[in-house]
């Protein structure tokens, strides 16, 4: 997308996912075009209910259907069309080539397996290795994410919240992903011990090489951790680009809007300007831009049709009338 | 001296467990006076919440003092405490735990005036809605239940009940930390409005730095059930001196692609709360600790109002920007 092309990891196209329930059909994601780069970290940003977590999982093929159903689209990863392959050919790509942090570590493990035994499973279901070998492996991914390799007998319980979260991220990385997803990976943390795992999850990214889609609410996080971001509302990509752009010359009137909801620490504010109104319903979402209700810029003409992505400054694309036009 | 809304003196909490007690909350003081603001940050387990309730009576103290008014309130019969509830409440954390789903929106805000009876139905039915209207909530949600609503909507209600019976002080327990960013705005903004039509008093208990910046006069800062720093908000953000406190707030994520990265990576994670050593309880973690740590730490007011529980906070200041 931007000037100085990277080696192409994945690219979603058009992607379309919808839940179908006995009432309605929600539509979680709306024709989400997105890219990533070898190497790259991309944030995925929004807020509950955007959809940010559908099209993690849509990548690796594990939303529930029903009532989840992909409904359009392509995704394809090293060149290839993920949704067009077989059950079995998909199996061996997760948790081999893309792997998936999830937000809550305390039910991400088995509490009646221990650490080790957990992460010497998802190497040896993808990997010809002896027994001894494997459990190798094992201990040495332990202490890469800073955990004692005396400890991989011992069972999740007798870990904390941070430390569980470790094993999650050596599980995930055990078998060298080529693409890691990571849905919100330090929500459920302490600032305290989230610095300490986003400080090892960057440094084990650049030492083996892994691609990876940050998915969070946590604006303060893609600053720190992203090459670029996508801000994701109500199943659309509203405004794209790289971390310093999107942060400095945000462009969608949404985007703008979360910024200033923000305490800031370094601020003088005395009153938070938040963004009125709610998200609107996924079941019955407005005609045109679907930001429209709350947006203090909205026009006549944003009501008619949907919004356009319109490449805002260079390599900056924003899905708004506005964008390019006046300055906000 | 009249001013004062809450006062709490070495005020203890501690928990019997199996293995020995468990300081949860470890000669705690401080005062907050009326209409103003206290914020309470620390990490999990640091004794926040069991502040908080503790001060309300939700849990009974182990020892200490506290004192509302000017009044002695530490241990008050059923009849007092019945009365001392409606002028201290509470907004709790969860928008989704602490409602009643068999309850419909204004059976939810109405329940208090009930209680507390002395007024006809038909006068507390016009109450609710006055409530509804003071915190944004639309009439036509009167009949609706709890899972019909967004966080956002859900913690309005919460705000509503605990205001439903005119308190002077309000325990804030994590009111916002469920809720997005663009909703918790609106939240904390009507908190503030409320704080300032009714002259209310907070407590404000949060894990969020940035937040508790914003909302909050003083600052008081818990580790393991002691407090270690406390002072005024800005005054705490410009020179936060205990070595705790400082790694905290280098912890935060900050939102701007150019702000200096300069991160003080914490070693290790919070140690047990059940019969600590003697001494400082951040010692083990703290990259300045030294012999003398392990001796018992005082509060010490290092500037005007700004309290520093670490014998090199002294030392450190001077350190800052090598930090």
Redesign the interface.
């Known amino acids: 997308m931007s000037g100085q092309k990277k080696e192409e990891l994945l690219k979603i196209e058009d992607l379309v996912v919808e839940y179908d329930t006995d009432e309605a059909v929600v539509k979680a994601v709306n024709h989400v075009n997105l890219q990533l780069g070898k190497g790259e970290t991309l944030g995925l940003v929004g807020e509950t209910g955007a959809g940010k977590t559908t099209i993690a999982k849509a990548i690796l093929r594990i939303l529930p259907d029903p009532p989840a159903k992909v409904r359009g689209g392509r995704i394809y990863f090293d060149g290839e069309d993920m949704l067009k392959l077989s059950e079995g050919k998909m199996r061996k790509i997760r948790g081999n080539k893309i792997a998936m942090i999830f937000q809550d570590p305390m039910t991400a493990l088995n509490p009646i397996e221990t650490v080790g035994k957990q992460i010497a499973e998802a190497i040896s279901l993808h990997e010809k290795l002896s027994k001894a070998e494997v459990e190798k492996r094992a201990v040495d991914m332990l202490e890469m994410v800073g955990i004692p390799g005396e400890r991989y007998s011992e069972y999740p319980h007798q870990f904390s919240g941070g430390m569980k979260q470790r094993v999650v991220i050596a599980m995930a990385l055990a078998c060298r992903p080529e693409l890691l997803l990571a849905d919100e990976p330090t929500t459920a943390l302490d600032v305290t011990i989230q610095a300490q795992v986003l400080d090892m999850m960057d440094s084990l990214k650049e030492k083996l090489d892994t691609s990876m889609i940050l998915i969070t609410h946590d604006l303060g996080i893609v600053a720190g951790m992203c090459d670029r971001v996508a801000v994701v509302y109500a199943g659309e990509i509203v405004e794209q680009g790289t971390t310093e752009e999107v942060f400095d010359h945000a462009g969608h009137p949404y985007t703008v809007g979360l910024f200033n909801s923000l305490p800031r620490l370094n601020g003088t504010e005395k009153r938070l300007k938040p963004i009125d109104g709610l998200m609107p319903d996924p079941t019955n979402l407005p005609e045109g831009c679907k930001f429209r209700e709350r947006c203090p810029f909205a026009k006549d003409e944003c009501g008619k049709k949907d919004p356009e992505i319109k490449e805002f400054r260079p390599g900056h694309f924003v899905k708004c009338v506005r964008a390019g036009g006046e300055e906000r | 001296m009249t001013d004062i809304s809450l006062e709490v003196r070495n005020l203890k909490k501690y928990f019997n467990t199996p293995k020995g007690y468990l300081h949860a909350v470890d000669n705690v003081n401080f005062s907050i006076q009326t209409g103003k603001t206290l914020g309470v940050v620390g ?2 387990g640091c004794g926040k919440s069991t502040l908080g309730r503790v001060v309300l009576h939700l849990l009974d103290s182990t020892d200490g003092q506290i004192l509302f008014h000017g009044e002695d309130v530490t241990h008050v019969d059923k009849a007092k405490l019945r009365t001392l509830r409606e002028d201290m409440q509470i907004i709790f954390q969860d928008p989704y735990s602490s409602l009643n789903p068999r309850m419909s929106v204004s059976e939810i805000i109405m329940e208090p005036l009930l209680l507390k009876g002395g007024i006809s139905r038909a006068e507390m039915y016009k109450e609710t809605k006055r409530l509804m209207d003071t915190v944004g909530l639309a009439e036509r949600l009167e009949n609706s239940y709890p899972h019909e609503l ?3 909507r859900r913690q309005r209600i919460g705000i509503a009940r605990a205001l439903a019976l005119n308190p002077k002080f309000i325990v804030c327990d994590e009111p916002v930390s469920a809720l ?7 939240v ?2 009507l908190m ?1 409005d409320l704080q300032e039509e009714r002259g209310l008093t907070y407590l404000f208990i949060t ?1 969020d ?3 508790v ?3 909050s006069d003083d600052i008081m800062v818990m580790y393991l059930g002691q407090v270690v720093e406390k002072a005024p908000s800005d005054e705490l ?1 410009a020179s936060p001196s205990h070595p705790y406190t400082k ?11 150019h ?1 200096p ?1 300069n ?1 003080i ?2 070693k290790g ?2 140690t047990s709360p059940i019969n600590p050593k003697p001494g400082c309880r951040f010692a083990a973690r703290c990259p300045y600790a030294s012999e003398e740590c392990h001796r018992e730490q005082q509060l010490v007011e290092i500037r005007k109002n700004h309290y520093v529980a670490c014998q090199k906070a002294e030392e450190l200041m001077d350190k800052k920007e090598k930090l």
């Open positions: 990490e999990s967004d966080g956002g997005d960013v663009s909703i918790q705005a609106q904390l903004n503030l894990h730095l940035s937040v910046k914003y909302f953000f790694a905290l707030l280098s912890a935060i994520p900050v939102p701007d692609v702000a990265r991160r990576l914490l994670e919070i």
